[in-house]
Nanobody, 114 residues
């Protein structure tokens, strides 16, 4: 059974940074592209960053240049470094396989507010 455990969220002022982590267990990891998703109140879940098994990355336009996705296959962990955070980044952040086919974890809340 796949388990996804996200951590690293919190309350941060605009312009601040956070680093999210997601540990995956119960499945192979290094063969899959992984994504970070977010869901703001009243909005649909959206993909914000994606990393292939080989390390190629893509980003949503709203976070390009501010967020960096990375992975450590040996630790079955995917990271999201978030810089220059904006209030619009406030959401619950989740990781999942590209396409979101695994059961979702609990997510980690990111709140950007002064």
């Amino acid at each position: 059974q796949v388990q996804l455990v996200e951590s690293g969220g919190g309350l941060v002022q605009p312009g601040g940074s956070l680093r999210l982590s997601c540990v995956v267990s119960g499945t192979l990891f290094d063969i899959y592209a992984m994504g970070w998703y977010r869901q703001a109140p009243g909005k649909q879940r959206e993909l914000v960053a994606r990393i292939t098994s080989g390390g190629r990355t893509t980003y949503a336009d709203s976070v390009k240049g501010r967020f960096i996705i990375s992975r450590v296959n040996a630790n079955k962990t995917v990271f999201l470094q978030m810089n220059n955070l904006e209030p619009e980044d406030t959401a619950v952040y989740y990781c999942n396989k590209d396409g979101g086919n695994w059961s979702w974890g609990q997510g980690t809340q990111v709140t950007v507010s002064s």
